[in-house]
């Protein structure tokens, strides 16, 4: 079974310009997840759909980020525009919706480089 | 808000020692504690999890303890080796949410 992929692995972008990151969940994982590390720091929520819907934004830092999950399977990321502070590495977790655990299964992220 | 703490942010342990782990969560909700492990260039994977109603949890070398009224939870492993070499993160989840708050990472160097 293929784990949670994002795309790309690295992205180095200018200050104001646009990135979309992409996240492809684990097949029939209705629950998916973004983080964001900023180095040194904790792995921070973002945001989490469940399918289509967003069930809980309250960690998205500002409306120059924009997440969307059309059709309820993969979701992208797009900061626009980006600024320095948004460097980071991005994760994506997914999870079952009915689950026996709370595992969360996360993608290995994408590293933004905003210079 | 809620946060957790975790320390140390890094820690080095010959092989063979014992390595320590401690974190520190605020939100007293909070019911559901996981561990993870990130080596280097890979993806964070859970190791173990514990939760509120039970105050330790064992899996071979690694094990996880529970202090509700502290508010205190700890990863403890034993004989460590090279393998263990990796970036740990605990983590709480409040009852009735799917939100997990992670702690800072602690770097673990484990010397051959």
């Known amino acids: 079974e293929a784990g949670v992929t994002q795309f790309p692995s690295h992205s180095v972008i200018e200050k104001g310009q646009t990135v979309t990151l992409r996240c492809d969940p684990i097949s029939g994982h209705d629950n998916l997840y973004w983080y964001r590390r900023v180095m040194g720091k904790e792995i921070k929520f973002l945001l989490h759909f469940v399918k289509e819907s967003k069930q809980d934004e309250s960690g998205m830092p500002n409306n120059r980020f924009l997440a969307e999950r059309t059709g309820g399977t993969y979701s992208t990321l797009k900061v626009q525009p980006a600024e320095l502070e948004d460097s980071g590495v991005y994760f994506c977790?997914?999870?079952?919706?009915?689950?026996?655990?709370?595992?969360?299964?996360f993608g290995e992220g994408s590293r933004l480089t905003v210079l | 808000g809620e946060n957790v703490e975790q320390h140390p942010s890094t820690l080095s342990v010959q092989e063979g020692d014992s390595a320590v782990i401690k974190c520190t969560y605020s939100d007293s909700a909070s019911n559901y504690f996981p561990w993870y492990k990130q080596e280097l260039g890979k993806r964070p994977q859970l190791i173990i999890d514990i939760r509120s109603n039970v105050g330790e949890k064992k899996d071979q070398r690694i094990a996880v303890t529970l202090n509700k009224t502290a508010k205190h939870f700890s990863l403890h492993i034993t004989e460590t080796q090279p393998e263990d070499s990796a970036v740990y993160f605990c983590?709480?989840?409040?009852?009735?949410?799917?939100?997990?708050?992670f702690g800072t990472g602690t770097r673990l160097k484990v010397l051959a």
């Open positions: 983590a709480a989840r409040s009852a009735g949410t799917y939100k997990y708050i």
């Open positions: 977790a997914s999870s079952p919706r009915l689950a026996a655990t709370g595992e969360l299964f």
